[in-house]
């Protein structure tokens, strides 16, 4: 069984900056890729931004810029989004997804709200 936690959603104003987290833990035996996607009312969920197990990122163009995906150094099952620059349009469920050996897991999702 794995376990996909997020947090550090909340609401903020445009313009500003929200951290999320993402830890992973389980019966986790080899994690290839680890991202974030989103998914607002009324729309598809959407990738923003992966990173693998040697460090390449991916980052939607909407994001690009005002985004940052990171791994936690001390534990590999960890990843960071720092998203800058916050705009209304930012505002979805978002989620975390870890793929491993072909298998993908979704965690429970973090409301991301930017209004002023």
């Known amino acids: 069984q794995v376990q996909v936690v997020e947090s550090g959603g909340g609401l903020v104003q445009p313009g500003g900056s929200l951290r999320l987290s993402c830890a992973a833990s389980?019966?986790?035996?080899?994690?290839?890729?680890m991202g974030w996607y989103r998914q607002a009312p009324g729309k598809q969920r959407e990738l923003v931004a992966t990173?693998?197990?040697?460090?390449?990122?991916?980052y939607a163009d909407s994001v690009k810029g005002r985004g940052t995906i990171s791994r936690d150094n001390a534990n590999k099952n960890t990843v960071y989004l720092q998203m800058n620059s916050l705009k209304p349009e930012d505002t979805a469920v978002y989620y975390c997804?870890?793929?491993?050996?072909?298998?993908?897991?979704w965690g429970q999702g973090t409301q991301v709200t930017v209004s002023s």
């Open positions: 389980g019966s986790i035996s080899r994690i290839n890729t």
């Open positions: 997804n870890v793929k491993t050996r072909g298998l993908s897991y």
């Open positions: 990173i693998t197990n040697n460090g390449i990122t991916n």
